[in-house]
């Protein structure tokens, strides 16, 4: 069994960025340096820096998600970004999709032992839950895939005019250059790259940010749509 490292104190920055719920935060830690590392789901290497460079790297997304929205964190793994956004704002309705059982046995452990109520969890593959998840505002990623195959399983999931928030590391204007035209077919109208996290996270967390218009996806998606549509529809009837 692979023998977990010490985890660290927390860093001052950690009591002000999750405030009254940083008990949460550190219980998180924990589960994440105890069982997250004996189940596979971080590398023991990652232990003495999980708060800057797994929580707090994440909670600073919060920072530019709108408040009160709807978020499905794609791939959401251990629960990054997914739980460390959650503690920060209570006002966010989150989705963890995983496709994992292992991993959405950990987070469903998780989110009941932290009682984050705002918070589901999904088995599944976005491409797997397109048409019988209820699109979402803003769609989460880290570390998951290249932008443009990325977009691909994240674009379709959101709402018209809805964004996805994708955590990269230094190459991600790089990306976000080579997948301008697959970003393009999937209905995207606008890119940026972003950097936050001042004061908080050094380097800064880099959030590459896309936009859809009216069909997000793209034509190809707003077909399986309609078809996923019509199909629960038909099984409602019955």
Same mark, same amino acid.
């Given at each position: 069994?692979? %023998? @977990?490292?010490?985890?660290?104190?927390?860093?001052?920055?950690?009591? %002000?960025?999750?405030?009254?719920?940083?008990?949460?935060?550190?219980? +998180?830690?924990?589960?994440?340096?105890? @069982?997250?590392?004996?189940?596979?789901?971080?590398?023991?290497?990652?232990?003495?820096?999980? #708060?800057?460079?797994?929580?707090?790297?994440?909670?600073?997304?919060?920072?530019?998600?709108?408040?009160?929205?709807?978020?499905?964190?794609?791939?959401?793994?251990?629960?990054?970004?997914?739980?460390?956004?959650?503690?920060?704002?209570?006002?966010?309705?989150?989705?963890?999709?995983?496709?994992?059982?292992?991993?959405?046995?950990?987070?469903?452990?998780?989110? %009941? *032992?932290?009682?984050?109520?705002?918070?589901?969890?999904? $088995?599944? $593959?976005? %491409?797997?839950?397109?048409?019988?998840?209820?699109?979402?505002?803003?769609?989460?990623?880290?570390?998951?895939?290249?932008?443009? $195959?990325?977009?691909? #399983?994240?674009?379709?999931? *959101?709402?018209? +005019?809805? =964004?996805?928030?994708?955590?990269?590391?230094?190459?991600?204007?790089?990306?976000?250059?080579?997948?301008?035209?697959?970003?393009?077919?999937?209905?995207?109208?606008?890119?940026?790259?972003?950097?936050?996290? =001042?004061?908080?996270?050094?380097?800064?967390?880099?959030?590459?940010?896309?936009?859809?218009?009216?069909?997000?996806?793209?034509?190809?998606?707003?077909?399986? !749509?309609?078809? @996923?549509?019509?199909?629960? $529809?038909?099984?409602? !009837?019955?």
């Amino acid at each position: 069994m692979t %023998e @977990a490292a010490e985890l660290p104190q927390a860093p001052a920055e950690a009591r %002000e960025v999750f405030g009254e719920l940083f008990p949460e935060a550190v219980r +998180y830690a924990e589960l994440l340096a105890d @069982a997250g590392v004996k189940r596979g789901l971080i590398g023991p290497r990652e232990v003495p820096r999980l #708060w800057e460079r797994h929580l707090l790297n994440c909670a600073v997304l919060s920072e530019v998600v709108p408040e009160g929205v709807t978020v499905c964190d794609v791939g959401s793994g251990a629960g990054l970004p997914g739980i460390p956004l959650a503690l920060v704002r209570p006002d966010l309705k989150i989705t963890l999709l995983e496709p994992l059982l292992r991993r959405t046995n950990f987070l469903q452990e998780v989110v %009941e *032992l932290l009682g984050l109520d705002h918070v589901t969890v999904v $088995r599944g $593959r976005a %491409e797997e839950v397109l048409g019988t998840l209820q699109p979402v505002q803003v769609v989460t990623a880290r570390a998951v895939a290249p932008l443009d $195959r990325l977009a691909g #399983w994240g674009v379709p999931l *959101l709402k018209p +005019y809805g =964004e996805m928030l994708a955590l990269k590391g230094d190459t991600a204007e790089e990306e976000l250059a080579g997948a301008r035209a697959a970003l393009s077919k999937l209905g995207v109208v606008e890119t940026e790259v972003l950097h936050v996290g =001042e004061g908080v996270v050094d380097p800064l967390s880099t959030v590459v940010r896309v936009v859809v218009g009216e069909s997000p996806g793209g034509v190809r998606f707003a077909a399986k !749509r309609a078809k @996923a549509a019509r199909t629960g $529809r038909t099984r409602r !009837r019955r």
